[in-house]
């Protein structure tokens, strides 16, 4: 079994690995890359293959880091197969059409500025830019996609078959354990899409993995610790408390699926327990509110307590304080709503969306608080709000950043370094080496210091192209 590193390799974007096996390929995700606009946008439309010759992708969960370019691969030819989780198909049926209409948004606006478009140097022949994919083009490649449920063994070919365990990352998610027959020999590798932590709020906790001869392992916070989820709560409500008391709006960038959830989670639960002022919480990102709607659809996801408050009788998704905002014109009418008051809205990274203009509408006024709530990948407006520059781009102006900037890290969908060594722990003994993937480098390499020092297992932190034979 040959397995070659595409995406994701010392990065956190883009999770793409292309697995060979008795002349048959696959793909380990197949994910969008973010970062450099004309650097994403070669990245994302050329794959190093033939997009035809791959026979099925193996997804790991819905982010669109791990699915997004899914629809690019079809329009260039693939039509095989795309195995995941009942959940994580719903899941993309909605993320991949958003990401098509931002795509087909974002193509439309670089059109109108044709200084831009020949600075990017990113037009097509005929001197305009084209989406790299449409909302049409997604929608064609959800006909492709098979569900695969967790714990459910599924044979793709004679010698590879595969077991999805579940991450705990986002619902639906999974990590795989590959079977892979060759010259009469068994061997297992396990792939960990991106794991997620003990405890989270809604979803249940990642699965014990069983024993593997190779890991391929994400790496997002392999140097971190994060704070536990009792911290979480208590950073919550003191950030909340603090900016409506001098009467500012908390903006905050979240994904639209899972971080969002979680996050109105346990703002019901503070105020459910009076912890934070009786303040409007806006979801303002029509993508959440489908998202939304899947998650009450897929409750067989769901931990204890999260069944609990269904059991109760109570919508762990809405209350009192809370409204969800689907039509733009209620979208526009915030930015003249007096604070205070709270906005979630994606994208997460605010790379595009509606959390664009309530940044560039919020974050001159030091009253208010841009709330960071997930990883922000290098060169994303996002990174540049946490590292806090004195003015940042937004739609092709400078913007002065006054807000206060706050990262709560802890209510991340990842793993921390000790969750990462502790997730492995059951592999350990059999495991000959370990590939970590979807970590920026020092991140990566502390991870890799660590596994070796704990487990004694090679570790190695693959380049973009690199191979691997596995025997
Ligand atoms: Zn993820």
């Known amino acids: 079994m040959r397995i070659t590193f595409w995406g994701a390799a010392r990065t956190v974007t883009g999770s793409m690995h292309e697995v060979q096996v008795n002349g048959r390929r696959y793909l380990l995700d197949c994910g969008l890359y973010q970062g450099r606009r004309k650097e994403a946008t070669e990245r994302n439309s050329v794959f190093p293959f033939t997009p035809s010759s791959i026979d099925g992708v193996i997804l790991s969960h819905a982010h669109l880091d791990h699915s997004g370019n899914l629809p690019t691969l079809a329009k260039k030819g693939f039509a095989g197969p795309i195995y995941t989780t009942p959940a994580t198909i719903d899941l993309c049926d909605a993320m991949l ?3 098509g209409h931002i795509q087909e948004k974002d193509a439309a606006w670089l059109n109108k500025r044709h200084f831009r478009r020949k600075a990017l140097e990113v037009a097509s022949n005929n001197g305009e830019v084209q989406p790299l994919y449409t909302m049409e083009d997604a929608e064609r490649v959800m006909k492709l996609f098979e569900p695969v449920s967790i ?3 599924k044979v793709l070919n004679p010698a590879l078959s595969y077991e999805a365990c579940d991450a705990g990352h986002i619902l639906g998610s999974t990590a ?4 892979c027959q060759e010259n009469g020999k068994l061997i297992r590798t396990a792939y960990s899409g991106d794991i997620g932590r003990h405890n989270q709020a809604i979803i249940r906790d990642p699965d014990s993995m069983p024993a593997v001869d190779y890991l391929i392992m994400e790496s997002t916070y392999g140097d971190r610790l994060h704070k536990d989820v009792d ?8 950030i909340v408390s603090r900016t409506c008391g001098r009467g500012g709006k908390i903006i905050v960038p979240a994904f639209a699926v899972g971080r969002t959830q979680q996050l109105v989670y346990l703002l019901h639960e503070l105020s459910n327990q009076q912890r934070i002022p009786s303040v409007p919480i806006f979801v303002d990102s029509p993508l959440a509110v489908d998202v939304t709607a899947i998650f009450r659809k897929h409750a067989e996801c769901f931990d204890a307590e999260a069944r609990e408050f269904l059991l109760r009788g109570e919508d762990p998704f809405g209350f009192k304080l809370l409204r969800y905002i689907k039509d733009v014109g209620e979208s526009k009418a915030l930015n003249d709503l007096r604070g205070p008051f709270i906005i979630i809205s994606a994208s997460g990274m605010c790379e595009a969306g509606r959390i664009l203009h309530h940044l560039k509408n919020n974050i001159e006024d030091p009253r208010n ?9 290098e060169n994303t407006l996002g990174r540049k709000i946490v590292d806090k520059l004195a003015e940042v781009p937004i739609f092709g102006e400078l913007v002065r950043l006054r807000a206060e900037v706050v990262k709560l890290n802890e209510l991340s969908g990842h793993a921390d370094q000790r969750e990462l060594l502790e997730w492995l722990k059951p592999m350990a003994k059999s495991l000959k080496k370990v590939f970590l993937v979807h970590g920026e480098a020092a991140q990566s390499a502390a991870l890799a210091k660590a ?3 704990q487990y004694g297992i090679e570790t190695v932190v693959p380049e973009r192209g690199e191979s691997a034979e596995l025997v």
């Open 97 to 99: 059409k958003d990401s």
């Open 151 to 153: 714990a459910a063994p």
């Open 176 to 179: 795989v354990v590959l079977h």
């Open 231 to 238: 911290t979480v709560s208590n950073k919550l409500a003191d």
């Open 369 to 377: 608080t841009v709330l960071v709530t997930g990883f922000m990948a």
């Open 451 to 453: 596994i070796g020092e």
